[in-house]
């Protein structure tokens, strides 16, 4: 699995060309943890507001 793609320029300098969106379901889980998880900690273990 390539994390980034590149290719070479005329001038024969390796140039990004960008990234994988192979990995991005990685990213949306973990996003959607944290949300899930940052939640359920201010529902049970956060201190109460006045």
Not at 1 to 24: A, K
Request: net charge positive; hydrophobic share 55%.
């Amino acid at each position: 699995m390539e994390l980034f793609r590149t290719s070479r320029n005329v001038y024969g300098q390796e140039t990004l060309e960008g990234m994988s969106w192979e990995l991005i379901w990685v990213f949306v889980a973990v996003g959607a943890a944290f949300i899930v998880l940052h939640a359920a900690y201010r529902l049970f273990l956060a201190p109460k507001r006045k």
